[in-house]
């Protein structure tokens, strides 16, 4: 089965810095991606994995051990509008497949 | 790249009515394109994959018989809940892209609500 982990909730102060964790277990492995999505809307795409490392871009980061099953979403700079869901999502298999995504981490941003 | 768009964002009906939802690519073309619904709180759930020009592959649990795919073109895939109900309601988002190292990209969903 395809199992990916990170948690429920999560706050953080407008201006600080937040890492948001996911692991997986999945069949495969080809590829981990994060989206953003705010209420009622569709996700977002953030940014994408691979390999393993980190992969920075503007006020997101994203890291990947593919040995540990493991990434983060790291968010620099809190602002209020990144009060949103988000959702850390494996493709398990190569080509045009689709995404086994996590339940999603509610981040509130507060003042 | 790989916009997609969805339509409509909103449907509000009856017990029993068929809706359709289109999904389309905009500037590249979807031999593929996957079907997600979300319930509230809840992470997206694939439902199917709709593949241009054969059936649809459907996840183990969901009514082939009841959300109805077709994808005739390499830029149009739709979605036909029939007979919907209640517990149908939910957040439709489909989604498309190239694949490998490409995002998937989602329309903006459709929010069904079976009164």
């Known amino acids: 089965g395809q199992n990916i982990d990170q948690p429920t909730e999560m706050t953080a102060t407008e201006g600080a810095i937040v890492q948001i964790n996911c692991t997986y277990q999945?069949?495969?492995?080809?590829?981990l991606f994060w989206y953003q999505q705010h209420a009622g809307e569709a996700p977002t795409f953030l940014s994408y994995n691979v390999l393993d490392g980190l992969e920075e871009k503007g006020r997101f980061s994203s890291f990947l051990s593919r040995s540990k099953g493991y990434s983060y979403l790291l968010l620099k700079e809190l602002q209020m509008k990144d009060s949103a869901s988000y959702l850390c999502?494996?493709?398990?298999?190569?080509?045009?497949?689709?995404?086994?995504f996590g339940k999603g981490t509610r981040l509130s941003v507060i003042a | 790249g790989a916009v997609v768009s969805q339509h409509p964002s909103w449907v509000i009906c009856k017990s029993g009515t068929s809706v359709k939802i289109e999904c389309r690519s905009l500037?590249?073309?979807?031999?593929?394109m996957f079907w997600y619904r979300q319930f509230p709180k809840q992470s997206l759930m694939l439902m199917a994959t709709s593949n241009e020009g054969s059936k649809a592959t459907y996840e183990q649990g969901v009514e082939k018989d009841k959300f109805l795919i077709n994808h005739a073109s390499l830029t149009l895939s739709t979605l036909t809940v029939t007979s919907a109900h209640p517990e149908d309601s939910s957040f439709y988002i489909c989604?498309?892209?190239?694949?490998?190292?490409?995002?998937?990209?989602f329309g903006d969903g459709t929010r069904l609500s079976i009164l």
């Open positions: 999502a494996v493709r398990a298999h190569s080509g045009n497949t689709p995404l086994v």
């Open positions: 500037d590249f073309q979807a031999t593929t």
């Open positions: 989604s498309g892209g190239l694949g490998g190292n490409q995002p998937q990209h």
């Open positions: 999945t069949s495969g492995f080809n590829g």
